[in-house]
């Protein structure tokens, strides 16, 4: 029997994971915003191509997790590129997002998620302090900061954390669990267009300050916004989607300050 694609996500290991190690002096990316919360922080950057467009969906997903490097059974977020959808957007693990799109509750774009383990109940959190959120109007790029108490769960509090799973994801729908006729483009971290590649996320360590970057890895290529139709990737052009460079991740920073 032919097993789709999105279940494949669901049900093996994620195993293809990075342990990333800290390169540089612990500065803040640019943009973003100078430490304002007690406790040890988390900041994330994430830029398209293009000039993010507050109609479509970007999500940082977060996971918290105390093991101390892959192959401990750690597993992470890994984007859903076609149906059954589930949430529409991710599966895998993941506790908490941050997502940028039009009509959060806060009144802004901005919104900070939690969201229950089977990844179908998703709590707002806010939009503002203790979770900065910014962009500027026309941007490619946004900043976040996150307190990493926030990401805490019952089972792995603050003093516990070890590592984060993180992942990034652009798409330009997320479809309710029946829709299978609108077309769903996505990039997520490292090729999307290559079928292997996602089920893999990055890890970083939070029990020292350090800043991770795609310029240390090469980790996300440009060009690879995809859609996948009967389990095959389609490399997506802009004669498919004119600002196909509003989905192109092409850039990420997340530093942690301990």
Same mark, same amino acid.
């Given at each position: ?70 192959? /401990? ?34 009144? /802004? ?9 089977? $990844?179908? /109940? ?9 979770? $900065? ?55 997520? $971290? ?44 389609? /490399? ?23």
């Amino acid at each position: 029997m032919q097993v789709s694609l999105p279940c494949l996500l669901r049900r093996l290991p994620l195993l293809a994971c990075l342990l990333l190690l800290p390169t540089g002096c612990a500065k803040s990316p640019d943009g973003v915003p100078s430490n304002s919360s007690s406790g040890p922080q988390v900041f994330v950057t994430m830029t398209v191509a293009g000039n993010l467009n507050p109609n479509y969906y970007y999500f940082v997903l977060f996971n918290v997790n105390e093991a101390k490097g892959p192959g /401990t059974g750690i597993t992470g977020p890994v984007p859903v590129v076609a149906a059954p959808y589930g949430n529409g957007f991710a599966a895998g693990a993941f506790t908490n997002y941050v997502e940028y799109h039009n009509g959060q509750p806060g009144g /802004t774009n901005f919104g900070f998620w939690t969201i229950s383990s089977d $990844l179908l /109940t998703p709590s707002y959190l806010g939009s503002s302090s203790p979770y $900065l959120i910014q962009s500027r109007a026309g941007s490619s790029t946004f900043t976040v900061q996150i307190p990493l108490a926030a990401l805490a769960t019952a089972s792995t509090p603050t003093a516990a954390i070890q590592n984060i799973e993180v992942n990034f994801i652009a798409t330009n729908i997320v479809p309710p669990p029946g829709d299978t006729l609108t077309a769903k483009y996505v990039d997520s $971290l490292y090729p999307t267009n290559d079928p292997g590649s996602l089920n893999r996320f990055i890890i970083i360590p939070t029990t020292q300050s350090g800043i991770y970057q795609n310029s240390d890895q090469n980790l996300e290529p440009s060009g690879d916004v995809s859609q996948y139709v009967n389990g095959f990737p389609i /490399t997506v052009t802009p004669s498919q989607l004119p600002d196909v460079g509003s989905l192109d991740i092409t850039d990420w920073s997340v530093r942690v300050s301990s």
